[in-house]
């Protein structure tokens, strides 16, 4: 069974940095490609990043470019998201998905990010 | 970016009785190598969101069969034949045929 468990998230102040995690299992992480997409509680849903099966190739928002960086460590089959120089409207759970046949088949169970001071 | 405009934004809907989501896209999704990369997602309340419909049309593993979507180039349609309470959520179309991928602004569906 694919399982995806986000983590990291949780209170920072604007200008701060977090790291978000996503432990993958039941399937052979190295073989997909993997995003990130974010809600702000109560609205609808934004990709924010996106990166290739061995790490090479990344792509990010431009509401986000500059300040997030996405990464994957397939020996322990987990993805992150680097969030520096965070903002108010940075506030949102953020969700690890995973493709097959097409975009975003697999979904985590959202980790919460709050930025305020 | 392709805007995907849903409608309508809140669905009252009866138990038992159909329903209709219409999502459009400002351009065409009809990819280069011919597939139109529209997907539907449900979102119940307080859970994280479901693929449900993928490539305009084909239902993912373990979705109910009243579900179908159809639709073609802009104009696109997830119908539920008879609507059940399990249904009651936020449902959202996707774009994938144009780079970045952009989400529907979402239909609330609820009980009439």
């Known amino acids: 069974e694919v399982q995806l468990v986000e983590s990291g998230g949780g209170l920072v102040q604007p200008g701060g940095s977090l790291r978000l995690s996503c432990a993958a299992s039941?399937?052979?992480?190295?073989?997909?490609?993997m995003h990130w997409v974010r809600q702000v509680p109560g609205k609808g849903l934004v990709w924010v990043s996106r990166?290739?099966?061995?790490?090479?190739?990344?792509t990010h928002a431009d509401s986000v470019k500059g300040r997030f960086t996405i990464s994957r460590d397939n020996a322990k089959n987990t993805l992150y998201l680097q969030m520096n120089s965070l903002r108010v409207e940075d506030t949102a759970v953020y969700y690890c998905?995973?493709?097959?046949?097409?975009?975003?088949?697999?979904w985590g169970q959202g980790t919460l990010v709050t930025v305020s001071s | 970016d392709v805007v995907v405009t849903q409608s309508p934004l809140s669905l009252p809907v009866t138990l038992g009785q159909p329903a209709s989501i219409s999502c459009r896209s400002s351009?065409?999704?009809?990819?280069?190598?011919?597939?139109?990369?529209l997907n539907w997602f449900q979102q119940r309340p307080g859970q994280s969101p479901r693929r449900l419909i993928y490539?305009?049309?084909k239902r993912d593993s373990g979705v109910p069969d009243r579900f179908s979507g159809s639709g073609s180039g802009t104009d696109f349609t997830l119908e539920i034949s008879r609507v059940e309470a399990e249904d009651i959520g936020v449902y959202y179309c996707?774009?994938?045929?144009?780079?970045?991928?952009?989400f529907g602004q979402g239909t609330k569906v609820e009980i009439k």
């Open positions: 998905t995973r493709d097959s046949s097409g975009y975003f088949n697999y």
């Open positions: 039941g399937f052979t992480f190295s073989d997909y490609w």
């Open positions: 990166i290739n099966p061995d790490g090479s190739s990344t």
């Open positions: 351009q065409s999704l009809v990819h280069s190598v011919g597939n139109t990369y």
């Open positions: 490539e305009v049309s």
């Open positions: 996707l774009q994938g045929t144009h780079w970045p991928p952009t």
